[in-house]
């Protein structure tokens, strides 16, 4: 990992273009009931806070295994979010 500004922005373009496939599946889908797909837009929003939150930290020991689990935390959760905009019918 080059450093923490290129980490907040992979968070940002990640969380982002998650959100964005919500709302492009919610316009292509308007007859069908949008609460799942705002409960994923509210689950992205909560996990970019929670994620900037520890980048933001600086109470931290061992800096690169911190920032590496970050990173892994935000593939892991970027995954679980896409399967569930996969999911929604």
Not at 74 to 85: H, Y
């Amino acid at each position: 990992m080059a450093n923490v500004r290129n980490l907040k922005k992979d968070i940002n373009y990640v969380l982002g273009d998650i959100i964005e496939a919500v709302y492009v599946w919610e316009y292509n889908n308007t007859d069908k009931d949008t609460k799942k797909s705002e409960a994923i837009i509210d689950e992205a929003i909560e996990t970019f806070d929670s994620l900037i939150a520890k980048v933001n930290d600086k109470k931290v020991e061992d800096k690169k295994a911190h920032f590496k689990s970050i990173n892994q935390e935000l593939e892991d959760k970027g995954r679980a979010l896409i399967e569930k905009i996969n999911k929604l019918s």
